[in-house]
Nanobody
Framework: QVQLVESGGGLVQAGGSLRLSCAAS????????MGWYRQAPGKQRELVAT???????NYVDSVKGRFTISRDNAKNMVYLQMNSLKPEDTAVYYC?????????????????WGQGTQVTVSS
C-alpha cells in the first residue's frame, strides 16, 4: 500500500513563513507529478502548486512569488515553502501524487492523497 504523510503545518502570523513536507512510502515503482492543494472552510479544494518529475512547476496566481514547490525524487518527497503568508492562505493543505505502485505482479497507476495538514495565518 502507498501512503502520503504531510507535516509542517501550524499557526503563523501574517507575513510569516512555513514549510510543508510530504513523504510518499510503500510499494512505489515511480512517482510522476506531485502537488499541493488546499481547502478552506466552506470552499472547494483548489490547486496550489504542482511539479513534474523533471522539475517543471505550476502555481495558482494567488501564490506566485510567495510559494515555492520542490521535490526530492530520491526520497519520494515534495515540499512547499510558503513565505509572506496571508490570512487568506488559511486552509487544510493536502499533498497529491500520481504514483505507479505494485502488489505482487499487479501494477497500477493512480493519484493518492495525504490526510492534510492545517495552516492557519492570523492577521
Amino acid at each position: 500500500q502507498v501512503q502520503l504523510v504531510e507535516s509542517g503545518g501550524g499557526l503563523v502570523q501574517a507575513g510569516g513563513s512555513l514549510r510543508l513536507s510530504c513523504a510518499a512510502s510503500g510499494r512505489i515503482l515511480s512517482i510522476n507529478a506531485m502537488g499541493w492543494y488546499r481547502q478552506a472552510p466552506g470552499k472547494q479544494r483548489e490547486l496550489v502548486a504542482t511539479i513534474t518529475r523533471s522539475g517543471r512547476t505550476n502555481y495558482v496566481d494567488s501564490v506566485k512569488g510567495r510559494f515555492t514547490i520542490s521535490r526530492d525524487n530520491a526520497k519520494n518527497m515534495v515540499y512547499l515553502q510558503m513565505n509572506s503568508l496571508k490570512p487568506e492562505d488559511t486552509a487544510v493543505y493536502y499533498c497529491n501524487a500520481q504514483i505507479t505502485d505494485y502488489s505482487g505482479s499487479y501494477v497500477s497507476s493512480r493519484g493518492y492523497w495525504g490526510q492534510g495538514t492545517q495552516v492557519t495565518v492570523s492577521s
